[in-house]
């Protein structure tokens, strides 16, 4: 993601807009009942506004990658996958993790994203 898109996202967090405020809600429920959900399905239940609602969407997921990796939690957006990659994430989710070094270059990206979602659902089965 580039510096524009970086500033854009931490704006648009800054702002407390409710679309982000219910992608939150909706990635800890997810992440709570052990599930990943579509981005298409995120996006529609967040009622992320058009136009370009994925890439609004796409944007925020990275600037939570890049918060969350700065607080050593486990990625929140790891519950987010596209349908069309086997309920994987999309390449961009990757990218950014080897880019940020939370990725080696050397591993599988099914193995690395069990390794996101297990992180992640453990960190919300705690009390």
Known sequence: MNNRNSTQAEMMKESGTSWQNHVDNILFYAARE???ISYADLARQAQIPAPHT????????EYLIKEDARALRPLRASVAVSKVRQGLPANGFFMLCAEIGL??????????????????????SRP
Do not use: S, V
Not at 54 to 61: A, D, G, M, Q, S
């Open 103 to 124: 990725m080696p270059p050397d591993m599988d990206r099914q193995q690395f994203h069990l390794d996101c979602l297990n992180a992640l659902f453990e960190a919300n």
């Open 54 to 61: 994925i890439h609004k969407l796409t944007e925020y997921l």
């Open 34 to 36: 052990r599930r990943c």
